[in-house]
């Protein structure tokens, strides 16, 4: 069966909608996820607060949806430039990496959002977890594309001791077997280390946490990701 074509009500509905988003959006850069307020953004996009309320009927609704479009948005970016990296996991791993602090450099006040400071009062709903859980399973999809190769090699286990490690990932590994990914229990830790290393140091280097220490945070990036790479038993590709 044919889909219907949204109505010009639909199309004006979402239009406002989306106007209202970008709005949002402006004032995380400008003032922080912390100070968004209705208000100020029904002024912004020249609406009436009662007006916005149809569309967000509170402050967290309006949160939400901007957690579940940055969410979206980032993850579709680390997806495409990894796709086009083609089929070496060391090139994609790259790729996945760079596009994640691509977009946090060009999205500050989004970046704030999804992996700053909480927000007072918020608590994300359930409908955020799959958007947020994008760019984490592309880079797990790497690090298990690498892991299946004839000729990888396992890192070693070392830190605290196989039953402690287990026990500090169990969530992980849960998350993980609920998308059909298995990896070794050393590889799964390091991996997690990964992850939070690589927006750790976009962290730094957009919270201006590198002054007096780096002086090239492009250069230092992939530096970064290379090492990680070697931690996680492959090599990064770099074009």
Do not use: N
């Amino acid at each position: 069966m044919t889909e219907k074509a949204p109505t010009a009500r639909a199309l004006a509905r979402e239009s406002v909608r989306s106007g209202i988003l970008a709005a949002a959006r402006v004032r995380l850069t400008d003032e922080g996820p912390s100070q968004l307020s209705l208000r100020a953004v029904a002024r912004d996009v020249g609406m009436v607060s009662s007006a916005v309320y149809r569309y967000f009927p509170s402050r967290d609704d309006l949160l939400t949806a901007l957690l579940i479009a940055d969410y979206d948005e980032l993850g579709a970016a680390v997806e495409a430039a990894e796709a086009a990296a083609g089929p070496v996991p060391g090139a994609r791993w790259v790729a996945v990496c760079r596009a994640i602090r691509t977009w946090s450099i060009a999205h500050p006040g989004d970046f704030a959002l999804l992996f700053g400071s909480p927000v007072p009062g918020y608590v994300a709903p359930r409908s955020t977890v799959d958007p947020a859980s994008r760019t984490t399973l592309t880079i797990v999809r790497v690090v298990a594309d690498a892991v299946a190769d004839p000729g990888y090699r396992a890192p070693a286990p070392t830190g605290t001791g196989p039953g402690r490690a287990a026990a500090a990932v169990a969530d992980g590994v849960a998350s993980l077997r609920a998308f059909g990914i298995e990896l070794p229990e050393e590889v799964l830790v390091r991996t997690l280390m990964a992850w939070t290393t690589v927006f750790g140091t976009v962290s730094f280097e957009l919270f201006g946490h590198y002054v007096g220490s780096v002086s090239d945070g492009g250069a230092y990036f992939d530096e970064v990701v290379a090492r990680l790479a070697e931690d996680l038993g492959f090599v990064a590709e770099f074009d």
